[in-house]
Structures are given as C-alpha cells and as structure tokens.
T-cell receptor, first 115, second 112 residues
Framework: NAGVTQTPKFRVLKTGQSMTLLCAQDMNHEYMYWYRQDPGMGLRLIHYSVGEGTTAKGEVPDGYNVSRLKKQNFLLGLESAAPSQTSVYFCASSYELFYSNQPQHFGDGTRLSIL | SQQGEEDPQALSIQEGENATMNCSYK?????LQWYRQNSGRGLVHLILIRSNEREKHSGRLRVTLDTSKKSSSLLITASRAADTASYFCATAASYYGNKLVFGAGTILRVKS
C-alpha cells in the first residue's frame, strides 16, 4: 500500500498564479487533512474533510480552497498565490476524527515556493 | 507556554545514550501523540497516550503523561544514528475543538 501520496513534491510559483495540490490515500480513511509547516512552528491545520463531499475550515484557511469529490482524494487549491504561502504542505488521513484514539497518516509533503 | 510546546528545541547525543524530550500543554486533553519526522519526509506516528494513562511503551520508546503538570515526556533508550529526526508532540483537547495541535518540535541528532 502506498498510504498517503502527495503530488507534486516541489513547485515554484509566481505571485498571483494558481495551482492545485493533490492528495490521495488508499487506506479507505474517512477523514483527511491539509496542514502547512513553517520553520520553527508546528503544523497548522488549513482545512479538513470528514467525508466525501464535505470540507471544513481549520486554523489558517484564508487564501486556500479544498474539495473532496472522491473519498480517496483531497485537493488543496491556491487561487492567487502569495509569498506568505511559501511553505511545506502536508496531507494526512485518519480512520477517525481528531481526538479519537487513532493516529494520522501523513504524506511526504509538497514544498511550495512563491516568488 | 503554547499548547504542545516541546523542550529542548534541539538535542545532540552520542549513539547508545538515552534521549529525553518534553512536551508541555495548557489545557486538559483527550490524548497526546508523538510523531517523528525525518528530513524531507512526512510525520510518522510513534505513540498515543490517553488522558487516563500514565505511561506507555513501544520498543525503545517510553512515553509518560502527567496531567497534573500538563506535561509529557518521550524517552528513547539506546539511541541510534537512525533516530536522528525531529520529534513532535500533538494534543487533542476539547478547548481546541479536539483538533490536533502540534508543537514546534525537538530536533534530535544522534552522533555515531
């Protein structure tokens, strides 16, 4: 099993450009998450999904949109990229939501630079 | 302190030594989790300890939880060079809507 796969692994954008990050999981997990990781800080939750067709805002949702059209996929979109969105983005999935006694499974991240 | 704050920020030890990392948090929690992140990779779940548990073991890992002090520690015994990584604690607390809140991590370097 591949677990959680993120594409692309690296990307450089110019300010104002748009792009979509793709996350795919093959564990039949109901819940999926998008985080960003910045130097010296812990992971911060951007958006999450509790099932196909549902999404919700996390701690830092501004400037991002998400969609969960299929259970195994969770897309993160940047409509108009800004330098402040330069970060490493991680997707995760879990069998149950947040506080329940199940771990989250992470992809290897997408390193995004906005010039 | 912030929710899920690790101490120390960085730790350098010799192979074979034990490594101890601490995590402090502010509010009561439902569980606390430890994750490892190797350079350039995603986080890997190590161990989860529930609020009604005081100690858990997994191989060379030992996690303790002191809810009265709102703190947890991760002990790695007989460390190896392969243990070199960043270690993060994450808490699930009702105060934060039970969303996992991650600390900034401890960078562990094990010298061979």
């Amino acid at each position: 099993n591949a677990g959680v796969t993120q594409t692309p692994k690296f990307r450089v954008l110019k300010t104002g450009q748009s792009m979509t990050l793709l996350c795919a999981q093959d564990m039949n997990h109901e819940y999926m998450y998008w985080y960003r990781q910045d130097p010296g800080m812990g992971l911060r939750l951007i958006h999450y999904s509790v099932g196909e067709g549902t999404t919700a805002k996390g701690e830092v949702p501004d400037g991002y949109n998400v969609s969960r059209l299929k259970k195994q996929n969770f897309l993160l979109g940047l409509e108009s990229a800004a330098p402040s969105q330069t970060s490493v983005y991680f997707c995760a999935s879990s069998y149950e939501l947040f506080y329940s006694n199940q771990p989250q499974h992470f992809g290897d991240g997408t390193r995004l630079s906005i010039l | 302190s912030q929710q899920g704050e690790e101490d120390p920020q960085a730790l350098s030890i010799q192979e074979g030594e034990n490594a101890t990392m601490n995590c402090s948090y502010k509010t009561s929690i439902n569980n606390l989790q430890w994750y490892r992140q190797n350079s350039g990779r995603g986080l890997v779940h190590l161990i989860l300890i529930r609020s009604n548990e005081r100690e858990k073991h997994s191989g060379r890992l030992r996690v303790t939880l002191d809810t009265s002090k709102k703190s947890s520690s991760l002990l790695i015994t007989a460390s190896r060079a392969a243990d070199t990584a960043s270690y993060f604690c994450a808490t699930a607390a009702s105060y934060y809507g039970n969303k996992l809140v991650f600390g900034a991590g401890t960078i562990l370097r094990v010298k061979s």
